[in-house]
C-alpha cells in the first residue's frame, strides 16, 4: 500500500510555471501506474497526464506541450512541470498510483486505489 502527498501548488499569473510534487511512502512507486488528475468546482475530476511504470507518458490534450510529468525513482516522488498557465488550469491537483501498468483509459479516475489530498492551483489572469 501506498501513501501519496502533493506539495507544491500556489497562486500564480497566467503564463508562469509551476512544479508539483508527489512523495510516496510505503512502496517504491517504480511498479505504480501514475497519474495526475484535477478538478475545478462545480467540475468532475479529469485527468492531465500519467507516467507508466517504464517511464513512458501520455498527456491530456488541454495540457500537452505545456505540462511534464516526470519522476525520480530514488526519491520516490513524481512531479508535473507546468509551464504556460492559464487561468482554465486553476484546480485542485491530485496524484493517482494503481499497482498495475498503466491501462487504455488512463484517465478513470475509478480505476486507480490511492490518492493524495491535493493541493491547489490557482491561476490569475
Known amino acids: 500500500q501506498v501513501q501519496l502527498a502533493e506539495s507544491g501548488g500556489g497562486s500564480v499569473q497566467a503564463g508562469e510555471s509551476v512544479r508539483l510534487s508527489c512523495a510516496a511512502s510505503?512502496?517504491?512507486?517504480?511498479?505504480?501506474?501514475m497519474a495526475w488528475f484535477r478538478q475545478a468546482p462545480g467540475k468532475e475530476r479529469e485527468g492531465v497526464a500519467g507516467?507508466?511504470?517504464?517511464?513512458?507518458?501520455r498527456y491530456a490534450d488541454s495540457v500537452k506541450g505545456r505540462f511534464t510529468a516526470s519522476k525520480d525513482n530514488t526519491k520516490n516522488t513524481l512531479y508535473l512541470q507546468m509551464n504556460s498557465l492559464k487561468p482554465e488550469d486553476t484546480a485542485m491537483y491530485y496524484c493517482?498510483?494503481?499497482?498495475?501498468?498503466?491501462?487504455?483509459?488512463?484517465?478513470?479516475?475509478?480505476?486507480?486505489?490511492?490518492w493524495g489530498q491535493g493541493t491547489q492551483v490557482t491561476v490569475s489572469s
Open positions: 507516467i507508466d511504470r517504464d517511464g513512458s507518458t
Open positions: 493517482a498510483a494503481e499497482a498495475l501498468s498503466c491501462p487504455g483509459l488512463l484517465y478513470d479516475a475509478t480505476w486507480y486505489t490511492y
Open positions: 510505503g512502496h517504491t512507486i517504480n511498479t505504480y501506474c
